[in-house]
């Protein structure tokens, strides 16, 4: 650690002088200073190379045991280095450009000199802050960015209004590409203050949502210092939101856990009505919110975390007792929400239009999953795309006789069993709404399909699984006298097993699930013109 944090000092030393330098060439050109800032570059670069080989052989030695802590400041270390040679490198592009101008004192028509003391100020704080883990500092070295943006932005404009006089065009168009370099250059700053909240907190998180963090603990009515808070990211989520548990650290900090969502204002505010929504029809049901704030582009939110284990977990590691008492309480729970949130009269469902808008994502990632029209001797095989035509007419002509509220993404990682409790929750309900119970229905289904699990007694209490609830499904469909259950459960089948594919990789997996929802949709198309009433679904293509 020792060889690696000196050589990252040396680093920084060199970097910033490299900007001092190349702030010295601008106000007084001279070709010493070109060709010391090209030598120096090399000798950069070599730096970089050797701190970065330094971390990973480092990381990868077995001769002794890393700490978390030291790991952390391994990997904080090496972002940093990296976006030091990225200023080094920006430096020796603007000299370049400095060759194009027509007279290089051109450039003292503008206000460089602000934009380069806000980058020096900055890069000066890097090793002080990394050495005395001082986060109001490591933020104030993400903030050079902003300053570097609003300076950029000023001088922007005001050669884009000389430009438009049609005098020194290429002098002009050259000095934008100056301070374009300056502006990247704050842009690699930010990187590195991230980097130092890294080595500080221990969890990647970007400035905005820091500041946002900050801001949503504040309208929770915490009043301590933010190094009282336990951070930790929670990864793997698909809906594009920062997501991280928030707790505390010592006595004098955040005295409850919670979760901490930072996204589009959008979602972060529908989830967070929806979530009002719940606790007013089921108290309990829901996390309790504990913070909410908006900003010009985004919004966070602090909601209960609530303990226990999702119900995935449950069905892959539960002993039977614990298997049954659970799915009694989920009996009870959905059954409960269904019928007081039941309201009767026809609902138009979309599970079609929903396949349609995630056909581009899914051919993405597969993009042999979408098939031509075939032929097999005098059989004509339909298009996917005349398969999903032919189902989004027929679903026009078999609404749901009544409407629920859904969770809208049933997934069985969206409910949390907690066992002293004894009660279920949901979770991440951005998209709860009036609905067909058959979304919620085909949602839970597949997800518990589509569980990469093949070791054959796990997947064999998997398909188990899939026909109880099932079963479940098809007695309250029976008990509300809806005739059309299977049909739309196998629409809605259809859809899921379809969309699922574009989060599998695996390709034999993933195409199971697409030659599934094929299937459905052909057996669908064949019984048309027969009554609905009378469509059953295979209940086998729940099972793998």
């Known amino acids: 650690m020792e060889n690696i944090v000196e050589n990252f000092r040396f680093l920084a030393i060199e970097t910033e002088n490299q900007v001092k330098l190349t702030y010295g060439l601008l106000s007084r050109f001279d070709e010493k200073l070109l060709d010391k800032i090209g030598s120096k570059d090399d000798y950069i670069d070599n730096l970089k190379t050797t701190v970065e080989n330094a971390c990973f052989s480092r990381i990868h030695s077995s001769t002794s045991h890393i700490s978390p802590e030291k790991l952390n400041d391994i990997r904080a270390i090496h972002i940093i280095c990296v976006n030091l040679e990225r200023v080094a490198d920006f430096c020796v592009n603007i000299t370049r450009q400095l060759q194009y101008l027509s007279d290089p004192s051109f450039i003292q028509r503008y206000d460089y000199k602000t934009m380069f003391a806000e980058i020096q100020k900055g890069l000066s704080a890097i090793t002080p802050v990394f050495d005395n883990r001082t986060l109001s500092g490591a933020l104030d070295v993400c903030r050079v960015e902003f300053h570097a943006d609003r300076h950029y932005k000023e001088n922007f404009d005001q050669i884009m209004a000389d430009l438009k006089k049609g005098k020194n065009a290429p002098d002009l168009i050259t000095t934008i590409f100056i301070f374009r370099y300056l502006e990247r250059i704050g842009d690699a700053i930010l990187n590195i203050g991230e980097a130092l909240i890294f080595a500080i907190i221990g969890d990647r998180i970007k400035i905005r949502q820091f500041d946002a963090l900050q801001q949503t603990l504040s309208e929770s009515g915490f009043e301590g210092d933010f190094s009282d808070i336990d951070f930790s990211s929670i990864l793997g989520s698909r809906s594009g939101c920062r997501i991280g548990k928030v707790g505390d650290k010592r006595p004098s900090g955040f005295k409850a856990q919670g979760i901490f969502k930072e996204g589009s204002i959008r979602k972060i505010r529908q989830e967070k009505e929806n979530i009002m929504r719940w606790d007013a029809a089921f108290p309990g049901l829901a996390p309790r919110v504990f913070g909410y704030h908006e900003s010009d582009t985004t919004a966070s939110l602090l909601v209960e975390f609530l303990p226990g284990c999702t119900m995935d977990q ?152 899939s026909l109880y609830f099932f079963e479940f499904f098809a007695n309250f469909a029976e008990k509300n006298n809806d005739r059309t259950f299977e049909i739309r459960l196998a629409l809605a089948l259809a859809r899921s097993f379809y969309t699922s594919t574009r989060f599998e990789l695996n390709y034999d997996f993933a195409r199971e699930m697409t030659l599934r929802s094929h299937f459905l949709m052909e057996k669908i198309s064949a019984h048309e013109g027969k009554s609905w009433e009378t469509f059953r679904l295979p209940e086998s293509v729940l099972f793998y």
Request: with cysteine.
């Open 314 to 465: 449950v069905i892959l590691t539960g002993g039977p007792d614990v298997t049954r008492n659970v799915f009694f309480l989920f009996e009870q729970t959905v059954g409960e929400i269904w019928q007081k949130t039941r309201e009767a009269g026809a609902f138009e469902t979309d599970y079609m239009d929903q396949l349609k808008s995630r056909l581009g994502s899914v051919c993405r990632v597969h993009p042999y999953f979408s098939r031509d029209v075939q032929h097999m001797g005098g059989l004509r095989i339909p298009s996917t795309d005349e398969l999903i035509e032919t189902c989004s007419r027929i679903e026009r002509q078999v609404s749901a006789p009544f409407s629920v509220f859904i969770h809208g993404d049933f997934n069985t990682n969206n409910i949390v069993y907690n066992h002293s409790d004894q009660k279920l929750n949901y979770i991440d309900l951005y998209r709860s709404r009036r609905a067909d119970y058959i979304q919620d229905a085909s949602v839970f289904l597949v997800s518990n399909f589509r569980l990469p699990v093949f070791e054959p007694g796990l997947r064999a209490r998997l398909n188990t699984v």
